[in-house]
């Protein structure tokens, strides 16, 4: 039985002010029957986890180095992010990926090091329009995911996201159809890979434009486990109906 996750992405948004938007989520949802994980900006998530110490909601980061330690300005490893108070981290999401050239052996080096240091990895795996409309998304779900899943992972530290790269903050959504295929998808490559006791117990979630309106639909489809939300997780008014519907499926 995997525990469904409501997993959401304030990418770079977000100021202390915005903390109390934590607090009034978990106030709203003091016993979830679901999991709920905020991944804030880095400097936010030592006072966020502080913040909800204790309640429904955990913290997370959106990203980490591959490295413990040493020569690499800017960057966040994920020994800081546990030491900060955070229990997973979002690696390879395609703002990463295209804008940052990630590849896939960086985003499997990220999740090994997440997963090393305690953390949950949520690997993110996208096509974009163009290889939509070459009807190429299985090939790509396919290589990002051999590529970006590292060897070491089980139903407690791994996390996939489904996020198609032309539905993250555009309003579009892929029909229900769609998402059903690339997660029953990954589901059975994961099976195929690392046998059905794990394969099975993995979480799936989908990300782009999920909104109060439409979660519903997306979490009665098969093998969709949660969501991975961007705009709509930065309001507690927002992103608590969406929890809502999944602790509803
Ligand atoms: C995301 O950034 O992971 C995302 C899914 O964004 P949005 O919900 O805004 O489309």
């Keep these: 039985m995997r525990r469904k996750l409501a997993a959401g992405n304030w990418k770079m948004n977000g100021s202390s002010e915005a903390l109390a938007e934590l607090s009034e989520l978990a106030g709203h949802h003091p016993a979830p029957s679901v999991d709920i994980l905020i991944c804030p900006p880095a400097p936010l998530i030592h006072r966020a986890a502080q913040a909800i110490s204790g309640s429904s909601v955990a913290i997370g980061g959106q990203d ?108 579009k959504v892929p029909t229900l159809a769609q998402i059903g295929e690339v997660h029953d998808f990954i589901r059975a490559r994961l099976e195929r890979r690392f046998g059905a006791g794990v394969g099975r117990s993995v979480r799936l979630l989908y990300g782009g434009s999920v909104k109060p309106d439409n979660a519903s639909e997306i979490f009665a489809v098969p093998n969709v486990d949660g969501a991975l939300v961007g705009g709509a997780s930065l309001k507690a008014a927002d992103f608590s109906p969406i929890i809502s519907a999944l602790e509803a499926a």
Excluded: F
């Excluded at 499997?108 to 997963?115: D, H, L, P, Q, V």
């Design 64 to 171: 980490c180095h591959a490295q413990s330690a040493g020569a690499h300005t800017g960057d966040v490893s994920a020994a800081m992010l546990k030491d900060a108070g955070a229990t997973a981290v979002i690696v390879g999401h395609s703002e990463r990926r295209v804008g940052h050239d990630e590849r896939n052996e960086d985003v499997r080096a990220k999740a090994r090091a997440a997963i090393e240091n305690g953390l949950i990895a949520i690997i993110c795996l996208g096509e974009s329009l163009a290889q939509r409309e070459a009807a190429n998304t299985l090939d790509i779900i396919g290589g990002q995911l051999s590529g970006s899943v590292p060897d070491l992972v089980t139903g407690e530290n791994l996390v996939i996201a489904y996020e198609p790269i032309w539905a993250i903050g555009t309003g």
